[in-house]
């Protein structure tokens, strides 16, 4: 879909405070996925906390078809209104990729209404991203799993609303499992948490990884074909009597 405008947000702080990050990630999280959607021909921009509003103005919304999200020190950072507005974009049919611990995001969590709690736990861990809906259009081209030689555990339960689709399930060198891949709708948009992605570990040069980004944003993507159903006082189908006075609006 080479007309989809994405937008990479990302908080842009363990990258500027951290030199193991920024070896990492040397043009930050965003640089790394704008420049892998860029690659497979999606026309990117970049956004960061530190920017006016978050770089997330109401024209930057309304010309964006996908948003991915990627926070984790800094979510209450975030300004409660812009938070609101890129819900309601959301709503209103715009694409979200929620990334890694994005899950605590201000956003998410509205979206979502649980605490998106999870447990976790650092050591580098080997991890295996099982595909759970190989016909998902977001498993599109990925074989049996991932594999991800250094990750970051996160493990159930997961307090997320149960899942539209359950595309990945993760499975960890010490034992835990987690839903690493879960679609949801709200109003007229799409959203897909994808729990791969910690700022230490290479994970988003992976080009499986990638791949799946990539394949998630065209999945999410406003579409001229999807189902709407409006709101708000509707005339009658059949021939009724409309005379009725007692109403207040």
């Known amino acids: 879909m080479p007309d989809t405008r994405v937008t990479v947000w990302n908080e842009f702080v363990h990258e500027q405070e951290s030199e193991t990050v920024a070896e990492v990630y040397p043009d930050g999280i965003h640089g790394a996925i704008a420049d892998a959607l860029e690659d497979r021909g ?5 956004a960061t906390l ?6 997330l103005t109401e024209d930057v919304l309304e010309a964006t078809d996908v948003l991915t999200w990627w926070g984790h020190a800094a979510h209450d950072e975030v300004d409660d209104e812009a938070a609101e507005r890129v819900v309601e974009a959301v709503r209103d049919g715009m694409g979200l990729i929620v990334l890694h611990s994005a899950h605590f995001s201000k956003v998410f969590r509205s979206l979502m209404g649980t605490t998106c709690s999870l447990k976790w736990r650092e050591a580098a861990e080997r991890e295996r991203l099982w595909v759970i809906e190989p016909s998902h259009p977001i498993a599109d081209g990925v074989d049996d799993c991932i594999e991800l030689d ?3 555990m996160y493990g159930e339960r997961f307090d997320i609303p149960q899942p539209e689709t359950l595309v990945f399930n993760s499975w960890f060198e010490g034992g835990e499992v987690f839903r690493s891949g879960c679609t949801y709708r709200r109003g007229s948009g799409r959203i ?3 729990r791969p992605g910690h700022e230490t570990y290479p994970v988003y040069h992976n080009e499986e990884i990638q791949d799946v980004l990539a394949n998630a944003v065209e999945w999410a993507a406003p579409s001229d074909d ?3 159903s409006g709101g708000g ?3 009658p189908r059949e021939d009724i009597d409309t005379s009725d ?3 207040v609006h």
Do not use: I, K, L
Request: proline residues 4%.
């Open 42 to 46: 999606f026309d990117t921009e970049t």
């Open 50 to 55: 530190q920017e006016p509003e978050h770089g």
């Open 150 to 152: 250094e990750a970051e």
């Open 192 to 194: 897909f948490y994808f």
């Open 226 to 228: 999807r189902a709407t």
């Open 233 to 235: 006082n509707t005339e």
């Open 245 to 247: 006075e007692r109403t």
